[in-house]
Nanobody, 123 residues
Framework: QVHLVESGGGSVQAGGSLRLSCAAS????????MGWFRQAPGKEREGVAA???????NYVDSAKGRFTVSRDNANNVLCLQMDSLKPEDTATYYC?????????????????WGQGTQVTVSS
């Protein structure tokens, strides 16, 4: 059984940075894509960035140029460096597992969610 634990959230002012981490445990983690998703109150969960099982990163448009996703396969850890944060980035951020060539834009392809970590960006 797969288990995901997110950490690193917090409160920052606009323009600041945060680094999120997701530790995964369970069998065959390296055969899944791993991704970051977020959900703001009253909104649907949306993709942010992912790394497929071949190590290729992909981003949704809102994350390009500001966020950097990285994956450590030896330790089954997925990180998200978030720079130039904006108030609209405020949400609960979740880590999920997806198919081998998973894309962050395909939220419904991912599951096995962690408990989430809150990111709050003030103006």
């Amino acid at each position: 059984q797969v288990h995901l634990v997110e950490s690193g959230g917090g409160s920052v002012q606009a323009g600041g940075s945060l680094r999120l981490s997701c530790a995964a445990s369970g069998p065959l983690i390296n055969t899944y894509s791993m991704g970051w998703f977020r959900q703001a109150p009253g909104k649907e969960r949306e993709g942010v960035a992912a790394v497929d099982a071949d190590g290729n990163p992909n981003y949704v448009d809102s994350a390009k140029g500001r966020f950097t996703v990285s994956r450590d396969n030896a330790n089954n850890v997925l990180c998200l460096q978030m720079d130039s944060l904006k108030p609209e980035d405020t949400a609960t951020y979740y880590c999920g597992l997806g198919p081998f060539y998973g894309d962050a834009g395909a939220v419904t392809d991912f599951d096995s969610w962690g408990q989430g970590t809150q990111v709050t960006v003030s103006s």
